[in-house]
């Protein structure tokens, strides 16, 4: 892997290429060109510098999706520091938790984090930064708050003939050297913090150029909706996207269903890139009440029409997405079959890829035009991926892969990561599936969520859930087993629910009629047996996963 070009070599030259284009906004709000982007790192080096800080140190960013985030990303690596991306999502003890695990010296943090953490929690930590404006919040070095203070003078005296593109002189980095640390979890006892090469990065953006780059040109546009601690919307999203000479957009706030479509209205991405959930909210709440009626469904059925009603229907969701995207890929989670299977009936071009935040994150991929339903693509270059069974094609086993995107370890960790690595170099994701002999991959659910049915058939409550979230009134489910049987929770369409004025006992009924059809297309071993209903959604995983063990 010596022949790996730097990573900050990528930041460099694209800064350098497209020095007066539109780089980072934050949607409403302010635009960064390119070379904006260079200034504001500069500076940032120079405050790290004056703090003491070294090649390796750590340094954490916790907040909304922003251009300053963005902007604190590039700083950190291009000097040689290690980043510490944290979900902002996690509360102040989490948050807490990973700054102190991670020895982290110093953290940003946006305006909705720095009212929930407490710096005497952290005593390692010798600044605080302020994402909005790079202030200071809190700081225990004085030469930190002397350089904050001077910055536009020492900026001045570094660069006294103005700052150009020939000025940027950055860490040069190497492939097996420590870039990121990325923690899975903030609760003490579950987190793990994956250890990130410059390699596993740059193997991600170089897929994505290579594939994605070569049907979306230079100055494209790009919605970035998903967290950025999280590394899907981190690698595809944001580094694949600036170091590709595209403008990117940070929808800054919650990520509310009305908020995306007007998003998606105004900036008109050139792709999209998405989690199963979005999708399916805007496909379920937007486009299905406009094509559920009667006289679609007859149309759909007569040869002489059906298929001019099926472009019009593409038209109407291509439309919900920006009316520009060259295609929708999901990642995540699985998408819900029934919306796969729609999508792919009018054409439209939805994907679906595979990684984990332990390939940073990319495992498998394909471009829709290659898009085998219910697959999640083919192993992307730089990596090698088996199945662990002896007929991958027919009964499912583990996925394994090895290659230029696995990470170096788990952080002080070295039991999990031999769990987790073997000595061949090969990383255990944990997920189940089965392979086709052209190399696509189907994966049925994960290990460790497997259940086993009363006659020791393997049971997979994801493939269930799938079906049962495309019946009536049905908002989220999870399959838990309760002794030997089957229990199906339930969190109902309480919106749909109140809008046709059912009572509990009508969403009662209903949802057992929902359990006897289920029934009907499940084998003996897999039937559910009882039903419980939740009125609140279930708790989720930043990437918008569901915390099964909490309802084990």
């Known amino acids: 892997m010596s022949n790996i070009p730097s990573l900050n070599g990528y930041f460099e030259q694209s800064i350098k290429d497209n020095w007066l284009l539109d780089a980072l906004t934050d949607y409403q709000g302010f635009t960064l060109q390119y070379h904006d982007v260079a200034r504001k790192v500069e500076k940032l080096h120079i405050m790290m510098e004056a703090a003491g800080i070294k090649k390796g140190d750590r340094i954490a960013v916790c907040g909304r999706n922003s251009a300053h985030w963005a902007v604190a990303f590039i700083a950190t690596l291009t000097y040689g520091a290690v980043i510490v991306p944290i979900l902002h999502e996690f509360n102040g003890e989490q948050i807490h938790n990973i700054v102190n695990h991670s020895e982290s010296r110093l953290l940003f943090v946006g305006d909705y984090v720095v009212n929930i953490i407490n710096a005497d929690e952290m005593p390692q930590l010798e600044g605080i930064f302020n994402l909005p404006d790079f202030s200071l919040h809190t700081s225990r070095n004085e030469k930190l708050t002397d350089a904050r203070e001077r910055l536009n003078e020492l900026f001045g005296v570094k660069y006294p003939n103005a700052f150009r593109r020939d ?49 979306i040109p230079r100055f494209s546009r790009m919605l970035s909706i ?52 979005i999708i399916e909210k805007i496909i379920r709440k937007r486009v299905f009440p406009k094509i559920q009626n ?114 170096l370890g788990y952080y002080k960790n070295e039991e999990a990561t ?96 929902n359990r006897q059809e289920l029934n009907a297309q499940l084998p003996v071993y897999s039937k559910i047996q009882q039903v419980e209903l939740f009125k609140e959604e279930f708790q989720k995983t930043p990437k918008k996963s569901i915390k099964r063990y909490l309802y084990k």
């Not at 940027?168 to 492939?175: A, E, K, M």
């Not at 086709?436 to 049971?459: E, T």
């Open 167 to 215: 000025d940027i002189h950055w860490h040069v980095d190497n492939p097996e050297e420590l870039c990121m640390i990325n923690y899975t979890s903030g609760t003490t006892g579950f987190s793990k913090g994956v250890m990130l090469p410059y390699r596993a990065l740059w193997g991600n953006i170089d897929f994505c150029q290579k594939h994605l780059g070569t049907y």
């Open 226 to 277: 998903l967290p950025m601690a999280h590394m899907y919307g981190m690698a595809v999203e944001f580094l694949f996207a600036f170091c590709s000479g595209y403008h990117l957009f940070f929808l800054t706030r919650l990520p509310s269903p009305a908020i995306i479509a007007q998003a998606f209205k105004e900036v008109r991405p050139d792709v999209v890139i998405a989690v199963p959930l």
């Open 294 to 407: 009667n006289a679609m469904k007859l149309m759909l059925q007569m040869p002489v029409v059906k298929d001019k009603v099926r472009e019009r229907i593409c038209k109407e969701v291509y439309e919900a997405f920006g009316g520009k995207a060259y295609e929708v890929i999901v990642g995540g989670a699985p998408l819900n079959q029934e919306i796969e299977k729609f999508l792919k009936d009018i054409h439209f071009p939805i994907t679906v890829g595979y990684g984990t935040t332990e390939c940073a994150p990319l495992i498998s991929f394909s471009d829709y035009k290659n898009f085998v339903p219910s697959s999640c693509g083919t192993p992307v270059s730089h990596m090698e991926v088996k199945i662990l069974s002896p007929d991958p094609q027919n009964i499912e086993g583990e996925i394994i892969c090895r290659g230029t995107h696995v990470m």
């Open 418 to 513: 031999r769990e987790a690595i073997d000595s061949d170099g090969w990383y255990h994701t944990g997920d189940l599936a089965t392979m086709s002999a052209d190399g696509h991959i189907f994966i049925r659910g994960r290990v460790k969520n497997m259940l086993l049915g009363a006659n020791g058939q393997n049971v997979y409550p994801e493939e269930i859930e799938d079906k049962l979230n495309s019946m009536a009134m049905v908002n989220e489910s999870i399959i838990v087993q309760r002794d030997d049987k089957l229990v199906a929770l339930i969190h109902p369409d309480v919106d749909e629910a109140k809008s046709m004025g059912f009572s509990d006992e009508d969403i009662a009924n209903i949802m057992e009629q």
